[in-house]
T-cell receptor, first 112, second 115 residues
């Protein structure tokens, strides 16, 4: 079945850039997403990218997609303490209803 | 605008007791509805999804069941809870064809601790 993998932990200094990586196996995925989960809360949709795009920028967020390598990344510029959270990569499976498969999440810790 | 409500937010239940978590969506019609579970320190596992009233698909065999008695209501149940049922349960909705790419939107979650 479809698999989505992420590194589990990332620590960065406040003001630096953070890069969270994700790999997936379904080459026919049409949409790929990044969600953010703050402690004790549900998941918040951060951004998404369509599979025919290589890059998408949204304020401090940059999403890069390498479809050949099935690699997705989320770059957060000027990382702030408020960015500390778990970030989930998700891919939309092709065919049928819209079923998202999630990675295990990357915990981002921002320290002064 | 669409909103999703999920309750209770926190639940502590003894082993062997029943469970009922409820979720309702407002502001949309005929949504796809989902129950996910997030075990401590782990990712999201899709438990059930529903594309319409009375239509439930189970993704993994387990001690839980789901029902959709109304278009915008989704219920997660168990007759007898196990310790391994502890976790963070998330209800979610989507509407096929709506931008962005039919993303899934989540409720605030329910913490279940089975003791």
């Amino acid at each position: 079945g479809e698999d989505v993998e992420q590194s589990l932990f990332l620590s960065v200094r406040e003001g630096d850039s953070s890069v969270i990586n994700c790999t997936y196996t379904d080459s026919s995925s049409t949409y790929l997403y990044w969600y953010k989960q703050e402690p004790g809360a549900g998941l918040q949709l951060l951004t998404y990218i369509f599979s025919n795009m290589d890059m998408k920028q949204d304020q401090r967020l940059t999403v890069l997609l390498n479809k050949k390598d099935k690699h997705l990344s989320l770059r957060i510029a000027d990382t702030q303490t408020g960015d500390s959270a778990i970030y989930f990569c998700a891919v939309l499976l092709s065919g049928g209803y819209n079923k998202l498969i999630f990675g295990a999440g990357t915990r981002l810790a921002v320290h002064p | 605008s669409q909103t999703i409500h999920q309750w209770p937010a926190t639940l502590v239940q003894p082993v062997g007791s029943p469970l009922s978590l409820e979720c309702t969506v407002e502001g949309t019609s005929n949504p796809n509805l989902y129950w996910y579970r997030q075990a401590a320190g782990r990712g999201l596992q899709l438990l059930f999804y529903s594309v319409g009233i009375g239509q439930i698909s189970s993704e993994v065999p387990q001690n839980l069941s789901a029902s959709r008695p109304q278009d915008r209501q989704f219920i997660l149940s168990s007759k007898k809870l196990l310790l391994s049922d502890s976790g963070f349960y998330l209800c979610a909705w989507s509407v096929w064809g709506e931008l962005p790419g039919s993303a899934i939107y989540f409720g605030e979650g329910s913490w279940l601790t089975v003791v």
